[in-house]
């Protein structure tokens, strides 16, 4: 089965603007297709302060399996708590999910990352 790139963007509010939306999906696939990897992109207009409500992140960490990546945009994509994006990030570095956050992916094994 074909590795995933999980790309996830998000805006704070209703009012927000799309292109912001746009903007962080077109940056993320670019990631995806340099890696060679399936693109699906997620994206909702909801407060990152809490991550119970945030059903597309949500499907992502629950469908996210060993080899895919999960990449944002920055770090306050992912969440404005930071103990939920730890745990977030935690849970799927452990299930061997690959987390990119800007440019940046985060591997426990690699003492600087990739």
Known sequence: MKQVYWAYARVST????????????????????????????????MSGSSLAPRTELNKIIKQAKEGDYVGVYDS???????IDSLL??????????????????LDEKSPSDE
């Open 76 to 82: 306050s994509r992912l969440g404005r708590n930071i």
């Open 88 to 105: 977030v990030v935690d849970d799927l570095i452990k299930r061997g999910v690959k987390v990119q956050i800007g440019d940046r992916v």
């Open 14 to 45: 209703i009012g927000q603007s799309d292109s912001s939306i746009s903007v962080q999906l077109e940056y993320l696939r670019g990631h995806a297709s340099r890696l060679g990897l399936e693109y699906k992109p997620f994206f909702e207009k």
